[in-house]
């Protein structure tokens, strides 16, 4: 076998490993037009999150989202504050009160993500996406990677602020100190 027959034979293992593929999953996807999580494929690639709604009726509402306009993916509890919290920016699209809305997104088998992101009129924009649990790691992963992110399941704990410096909410055990007298001292 000659040098050329072994790069011939090898070539397509060395290219298929450094050519980006994208991941995908089966999910629901929120179709803002109805107020509903409909049936979709949700692709994940470096350069691009694509949703796109299994039925025809639906592929007006098919999405793509650059991952360089991704500013926030959120999961679990903390997107599910995010949909439902008055003045989000889904909260504000969807008509529904935010118990309505809160019961739209939350299923037990289901994992929620909410994807925040900058849209081409430079507004800040949001959708969601339901998948199924067992499906969480991977789809996080994927996403982390794409975007460069790590996805956010508790929201940002509130900064404190005295005098310019910023207190950590750190718990400090109890300690008790001594009891030590200190001599006066004039100054």
Do not use: H, W
């Not at 994208?22 to 037009?33: D, P, S, V």
């Not at 997104?105 to 969601?128: G, K, P, S, W």
């Not at 994927?142 to 404190?160: A, F, H, N, R, W």
């Not at 005295?162 to 109890?174: A, F, K, T, W």
Request: net charge negative; aromatic share 6%.
């Amino acid at each position: 076998m000659t040098k050329y027959t072994v790069l011939i034979l090898i070539a397509p293992f060395l290219l298929g490993s450094t050519i980006a593929r994208a991941e995908t999953y089966e999910g629901k996807c929120l179709n803002f037009r109805l107020e509903e999580f409909k049936d979709c494929t949700i692709s994940i690639d470096p350069s691009t999150i694509d949703l796109e709604f299994k039925r025809e009726q639906y592929q007006t509402e098919n999405l793509s989202i650059r991952t360089g306009q991704v500013v926030e993916i959120a999961a679990g509890e903390y997107a599910q504050q995010l949909f439902t919290t008055e003045g989000s920016i889904i909260g504000r699209i969807l008509i529904g009160n935010a118990v309505s809305i809160g019961q739209l997104l939350y299923n037990r088998n289901d994992q929620q993500f909410v994807v925040q992101y900058i849209n081409n009129q430079r507004e800040r924009q949001a959708t969601a996406i339901l998948i199924d649990r067992d499906e969480t790691e991977a789809m996080s992963n994927d996403l982390s990677d794409s975007t460069g992110m790590s996805i956010v399941y508790q929201p940002p704990e509130e900064e404190t602020l005295v005098d310019g410096e910023e207190l950590l909410d750190i718990d400090l055990p109890d300690i008790d100190l001594p009891n030590i007298n200190l001599p006066d001292i004039d100054l």
